[in-house]
């Protein structure tokens, strides 16, 4: 089974932001986000404290401080776990970007947004 840590710490707003995203794209898989707080662990704490959060997949380190939708998708595609914010992760389009999208196309009228949020 597939093995998938954050390591971050409690009042990180970088480690609740990757969280809510690594979470929102393993929904629907079956697979578990693991989270690791570092002030539990001395060792841990020195090691990361300037560099949370940090994921890891299968023991592999995959990020740190900041990820995208794609970014995520990416990561998890070679486990063979599609992630579950549909078109716009296998498009490679971020959060940012298709709120900027929705937004434009929603001044036009008639126009809706592009698409459901992940």
Do not use: N, Q
């Amino acid at each position: 089974m597939l093995r998938v840590v954050l390591y971050g710490k409690p009042g990180c707003h970088l480690c609740d932001d990757m969280r809510d995203l690594v979470a929102r794209a393993l929904a629907r898989s079956g697979v578990a986000l693991e989270e690791v707080d570092i002030t539990r662990d001395l060792d841990l704490y020195m090691r990361l404290r300037h560099d949370i959060p940090v994921l890891e997949i299968d023991g592999r380190e995959v990020a740190r401080h900041r990820v995208t939708d794609a970014e995520v998708a990416g990561f998890l595609h070679p486990a063979g776990i599609p992630a579950s914010c549909g078109r716009w992760c296998s498009r490679g389009i971020s959060v940012r970007m298709r709120a900027m999208v929705s937004l434009h196309a929603s001044e036009r009228p008639g126009s809706g947004t592009m698409g459901p949020p992940c």
